[in-house]
């Protein structure tokens, strides 16, 4: 969505919020359904959800990155919340077994789905769905709550992997290269990243500082955290704005970098951590994921 | 000992016929070989070729050595032409029975290029093509061949160094992007990569020692590809070492009337770095025999394996496969054997063996013209393609390849083209077809340089 590129430039919380709204009105507006989706649900709604579903991301110890692991948490936690049992299978080569290129990707029956937006669509030709109980507004101000999550905080980490000279060095291309014997390992994250410099060149953060993303991630937390309050979810019950929330600042929040800063930010907002412990206390029974 | 002319400006012309019969056995000497229109080719190299000529002893012995060193220094592939002037020998040293052999030759261009076009399978390709024969002037040879298409960019550089004297013996390195498409297995794969290989001749055989070291890339072909090509899909490394030995005593590559073809191939990968490790072997065997009548019996085995080294699966890329117009004919293209939900993965265990009879066209309509470019041919060709379990003894292995045989009868048309490839129309019988295989029964096209 083009209104979402108009987020990304540095602004004040207010104009940020008045953005926000503008999203919000214009996301009210009845959608048209794109084709290949039609087809693709109705595929999707024949058959009811196999036991044997199974998810695919990177190798968890040595290999999967900041932003695939926020991703492909927030695909379990939507699971786990519209109780679809899924299994965890990690592979090296998963990035490219994706349709799309990106992680997670679920294969379920014979059918291949990646991303949460799809897959939340897919769920829903099924007949399962979180957000049913919504009315239109609110359903646009989900969407737009998450197409702030996509484009900040999965962009920032994006940027911070792979723009941050010292975290690239010392984590990023090491990390991606682990399942791939020399030369091919440099070869792989060389062009990775150059691949990401190029894309974030394209949504306008190519010349931003760390310190200015760090600034971003501070905004949007702000924002989710006013959204939130002192509620227990975002809507009234939980939905898949709350899964992409807890998928993404939870990672942060356990995942260990050059420096504590961004880790820093997100914990400053307390209700936000009290939202992803008790996440992870209802979905995932205390063990860490 | 190759001096050049005393008199480079007098032309010299061949007096053989002036010499009457008994001349001939007559004890001669050859006293200077020379080779006139050098330019930048360098002399030390072509002295390896002509140096017999100073073994003749009579003339036609002469004529006969010349003859062969002329065939020596084209085969180089540095001279476009070359012209053997024989003379009596002049000068102040020179013997009442002495002769002087010079060989005329013209060098190829420095630079040659071509340029094509190729339209084929829903794409359209330009090619364009850089040779530079001779480049240092000891027949080596650097090649650049580019081809720009509407789906895929491939391109290929290589460098070809004989050995001085010993053409036989040579080096050649090459650096490769190529892309396959695969539509069997909804495979589509990109390697880029280098190689070194050193061909060298023992005896009758001759063999090739290769390294090679390729990135390869594989993807889906269509978002239909079943699960188990895109659990293939990705990256990967493979350092190979690999040994070919050949014995080819057949008349002819195309359409051989007598002798056999021996080819045994062997590959180790993993032990010089890379991802993928296996051992494979497989070889080639042809008899021909002539039989009454301007027919010919030809009788052909293929084989192989592959085994997979500490563990680590096979990998679709590295797999044989078995089936269409230029192997068990009678099958769709490669799509004998192990698939999943349509997509052929290929087995890491095979055999194919053929057994033709060639005859010439029914009445011989063009008789030494264009009819002797096609043959009949009545074949019968079997083969089985298979998975197997290593930790199982031979036995079992021989057994599974036993089970399951496809094999296929029927007759068709042969074309040959030039002396590399040939087009075959034929009509197919395909029997022992398992569930999972798909066939082409009936009239069959096929085209290619590599026939079972």
Redesign the interface.
């Known amino acids: 969505m083009h209104q979402g590129k108009t987020l990304l430039r540095k602004e004040g919380r207010q104009k940020l919020q008045h953005q926000l709204s503008a999203q919000i009105l214009k996301s009210s507006r009845p959608e048209g359904f794109p084709a290949a989706e039609a087809f693709v649900s109705q595929m999707a709604a024949a058959e009811p959800w196999p036991e044997n579903a199974t998810l695919y991301q990177p190798l968890k110890e040595d290999q999967i990155l900041l932003s695939d692991s926020a991703s492909s948490l927030a695909v379990q936690t939507y699971l786990r919340m519209c109780g679809l049992p899924v299994q965890v299978v990690c592979r090296p080569n998963a990035e490219y077994m994706s349709p799309s290129g990106k992680i997670p990707f679920i294969h379920v029956g014979n059918q291949v789905v990646s991303e949460l937006g799809p897959i939340v669509q897919f769920s829903k030709a099924k007949g399962h769905s979180l957000s049913d109980g919504l009315d239109d507004v609110q359903r646009a101000e989900m969407k737009a709550y998450m197409e702030l999550v996509n484009n900040m905080l999965l962009t920032a980490e994006l940027f911070i992997q792979w723009c941050d000279e010292a975290t690239v060095s010392q984590i990023t291309r090491h990390r991606y290269g682990t399942p791939y014997s020399w030369p091919l390992n440099l070869i792989l994250a060389y062009q990775k990243q150059w691949e990401v410099r190029r894309k974030m060149n394209a949504v306008g953060w190519g010349g931003k500082t760390v310190d200015q993303v760090y600034e971003d991630v501070s905004q949007c937390c702000q924002a989710l955290s006013q959204r939130l309050g002192t509620q227990p979810y975002f809507f009234k019950i939980p939905t898949e704005l709350d899964a992409l929330v807890f998928g993404h600042l939870f990672t942060i929040l356990t995942t260990q970098l050059t420096n504590t800063e961004l880790l820093e930010r997100v914990r400053s907002y307390s209700n936000l951590l009290s939202f992803c412990r008790r996440i992870e206390q209802t979905y995932f029974e205390s063990k860490d994921s | 000992m190759i001096r050049p002319p005393s008199d480079p400006q007098e032309p010299h012309v061949a007096l053989v016929e002036e010499w009457n019969a008994s001349e001939q056995h007559h004890k001669v000497v050859v006293q200077h070989v020379n080779i006139q229109g050098l330019g930048r080719t360098k002399e030390d190299l072509l002295g390896y070729e002509i140096s017999d000529v100073f073994n003749a002893k009579n003339l036609i012995d002469v004529m006969k050595k010349a003859h062969i060193a002329r065939q020596r220094l084209l085969r180089l592939g540095i001279f476009k032409e070359v012209e053997v002037l024989i003379d009596t020998s002049e000068g102040a040293d020179a013997l009442p029975n002495g002769l002087d052999v010079t060989f005329e030759v013209n060098e190829i261009k420095r630079l040659t290029g071509s340029y094509n076009t190729m339209v084929g399978n829903n794409e359209g390709s330009m090619v364009l093509g850089l040779k530079l024969p001779n480049m240092i002037g000891r027949a080596e040879k650097l090649t650049f061949q580019f081809s720009y298409g509407t789906k895929e960019t491939s391109y290929g550089l290589s460098f070809f160094k004989p050995q001085p004297g010993y053409f036989e013996r040579n080096l050649t390195l090459n650096m490769y992007k190529v892309t396959g498409q695969f539509p069997w297995s909804s495979l589509k794969e990109t390697d880029r990569g280098v190689s070194a290989e050193f061909n060298f001749p023992v005896g009758p055989t001759s063999h090739m020692l290769k390294w090679e070291g390729v ?1 390869r890339e594989l ?2 072909l269509a ?1 239909s590809a079943s ?1 188990a090509v ?2 293939e ?5 493979k350092s190979a070492l690999s040994h070919t030995m050949s014995i080819d005593s057949r008349n002819s590559a195309i359409f051989p009337s007598s002798g056999a073809l021996l080819r045994i191939n062997q590959e180790l990968a993993g032990f010089t ?3 993928a490790s296996f051992f494979k072997e497989d070889f080639e065997l042809q008899l021909n025999r002539r039989l009454f009548w301007d027919s010919v019996l030809s009788a052909s085995l293929w084989g192989g394996m592959l085994f997979p080294i500490e563990g680590k699966p096979s990998c679709i890329a590295d797999r044989f496969y078995l089936g269409g117009p230029t192997s068990v004919r009678g099958f769709g293209m490669y799509s004998i054997g192990p698939q999943s ?1 349509g997509d052929y993965l290929g087995g890491e265990a095979y055999w194919a063996g053929g057994l033709h009879l060639y005859t010439p066209l029914p009445f011989r309509p063009g008789r030494g013209g264009f009819g002797d470019l096609f043959r009949t041919h009545f074949f019968l060709n079997a083969g089985n393609l298979c998975n197997l379990n290593y930790g199982e003894g031979p036995r079992a292995h021989l057994q599974k390849l036993a089970e399951c045989i496809r094999w296929s009868y029927g007759a068709g048309i042969v074309l040959r083209l030039g002396n590399i490839a040939r087009l075959e129309l034929n009509y197919c019988i395909p029997m022992g077809v398992q569930s999972g295989d798909r066939i082409c029964d009936g009239v069959q096209f096929g085209a290619g340089i590599r026939f079972l």
């Open positions: 990135w993807g889906c978002r699960f895109r659990e899909s990705g990256h990967s490394l770095g890379g991802d939900e």
